[in-house]
């Protein structure tokens, strides 16, 4: 079936330098589009979310950017710190239920 | 504001067993979901409610798992019996609407379950 897939399952970067994190996405019905962080024992943690009438959208120190001519969705973390060392996942509005379907998860390390 | 509360936060029972899981949404809360993250893997939606009707649960395992919310407010979900791969952290979420315009679901810490 259609499914929210990550490129990347981990990504290492030096404190701060900007991270990006990236999703692909395969279902074209896809309209809205969210990013958690994930830490250690707790559960998944909004960050920012996009709908498909928008290709960027900026929060703080984050910026999601949607294409969805190659259905791929990113997020950007700028000047990236120790607590932003996380899971973190992509998840697309179902087609039914309204319920969010997520990626596997790309795990981010911030090294000093 | 409070958060959603789940309880027991850790769970061991062997297989065959049964087990219960307790969520509390945020209040004036009118949709709940209960996931499934097995360890390097996303959650995984077993059911949603809105208030006290089931919205989705086709990706429910109905022979063993069971979840109601019979007041629209806290909800159960339960395992009987047990298998080795039910092995997993059951995450509670509550969302203030439900629709696909709703946005934000706001996650409890998570039951982690071990079927030994």
């Known amino acids: 079936g259609e499914s929210v897939g990550l490129h990347l399952p981990t990504l290492s970067v030096q404190e701060g330098d900007n991270s990006i994190i990236n999703c692909a996405y395969s279902n074209s019905a896809s309209d809205y589009f969210i990013w958690y962080k994930q830490e250690s024992g707790k559960g998944p943690q909004f960050i920012i979310d996009?709908?498909?009438?928008?290709d960027k959208r900026q929060g703080q120190r984050v910026t999601v950017l949607l294409n969805k001519t190659v259905k791929h969705l990113s997020l950007q973390i700028a000047a990236t710190q120790p607590g932003d060392s996380a899971v973190y996942f992509c998840?697309?509005?179902?087609?039914?239920?309204?319920?969010?379907?997520f990626g596997k998860g790309t795990s981010l390390l911030v090294t000093p | 504001e409070a958060g959603v509360a789940q309880s027991p936060r850790y769970k061991i029972i062997e297989k065959r067993q049964s087990v219960a899981f307790w969520c509390n949404p945020i209040?004036?809360?009118?949709?709940l979901y209960w996931y499934q993250q097995i360890l390097g893997q996303g959650p995984k939606l077993l059911i949603q409610?809105?208030?006290?009707?089931?919205?989705?649960d086709s990706q429910l395992p109905k022979d063993r798992f069971s979840a109601e919310r019979l007041k629209g407010v806290d909800s159960t979900l339960k395992i009987q019996p047990a298998k080795l791969e039910d092995s997993a952290v059951y995450l509670c979420?509550?969302?203030?609407?439900?629709?696909?315009?709703?946005?934000?679901?706001?996650f409890g810490e998570g039951s982690r379950l071990t079927v030994l």
């Open positions: 998840a697309e509005g179902s087609n039914s239920g309204y319920a969010l379907n």
């Open positions: 409610f809105q208030n006290n009707g089931v919205v989705d």
């Open positions: 996009i709908r498909s009438n928008m």
């Open positions: 979420a509550s969302s203030l609407m439900g629709g696909r315009n709703t946005g934000e679901l706001f």
């Open positions: 209040s004036g809360h009118a949709t």
